[in-house]
């Protein structure tokens, strides 16, 4: 069975950086990409990138300069770190498999002082 | 980046009724593999997304028939025939044509 879970702090503050995980089972890394998405508050899905199944990645150009994505394949996860946050980062933010369809439960970032 | 219009914003139906979302993109999502990457998910209230139509018309696993995808190059469209209480929520189109890969704003269905 498809499973991806995300996991990270739910408080960030700002000018700091967020860390997510998303583990996931099921499927190999390198079989399937792994994205990233986010959801404010009672607003829209927005794409924030990439994890292709070859091991490159490609970012939405509105957070390029902020976000990386990487992987550790041996242990099936993928890595967002995203810098220099702000309130208006607050969002839920899922993984989801390119290939499967599959998404996550999503984790719930707030940032504030 | 390509420009998602969905519509309408929001619906409300009652159970048993068939009901209609469009979404058209500002380019051709037609790939260069030949294939149209344009999918539908399901927003249940509180609960993350799920993948109902891949690839304009193509079911995902364990989603009924009542659902439908149409549509090509510029203009999609998904279908919901009689209604139940679950398919309630927020439906989005996603185009993973296209990097970075962009959505509709989604459309709420709503119990009249």
């Known amino acids: 069975e498809v499973q991806l879970k995300e996991s990270g702090p739910g408080l960030v503050q700002p000018s700091q950086t967020l860390s997510l995980t998303c583990t996931v089972s099921g499927f190999s890394l390198t079989d399937y990409s792994v994205h990233w998405v986010r959801q404010p508050p009672g607003k829209g899905l927005e794409w924030m990138g990439v994890?292709?199944?070859?091991?490159?990645?490609a970012y939405n150009s509105a957070l390029k300069s902020r976000l990386s994505i990487s992987r550790d394949t041996s242990k099936s996860q993928v890595f967002l770190k995203m810098n220099s946050l702000q309130t208006e980062d607050t969002a839920i933010y899922y993984c989801?498999?390119?290939?499967?369809?599959?998404w996550g439960q999503g984790v719930m970032v707030t940032v504030s002082s | 980046d390509v420009v998602m219009t969905q519509t309408p914003p929001s619906l409300s139906v009652a159970i048993g009724q068939s009901v209609s979302i469009s979404c058209k993109s500002s380019q051709s999502l037609v790939h260069s593999d030949g294939k149209t990457y344009l999918n539908w998910l399901l927003q249940n209230p509180g609960q993350s997304p799920k993948r109902l139509i891949y690839q304009v018309s193509n079911l995902g696993s364990g989603v009924p028939d009542r659902f439908s995808g149409t549509g090509s190059e510029k203009d999609f469209t998904l279908k919901i025939s009689r209604v139940e209480a679950e398919d309630l929520g927020v439906y989005h189109c996603v185009q993973a044509t296209h990097v970075p890969y962009t959505f509709g704003a989604g459309t709420k269905l709503e119990l009249k």
């Open positions: 994890m292709w199944s070859g091991g490159s990645t």
């Open positions: 989801t498999s390119g290939g499967t369809g599959h």
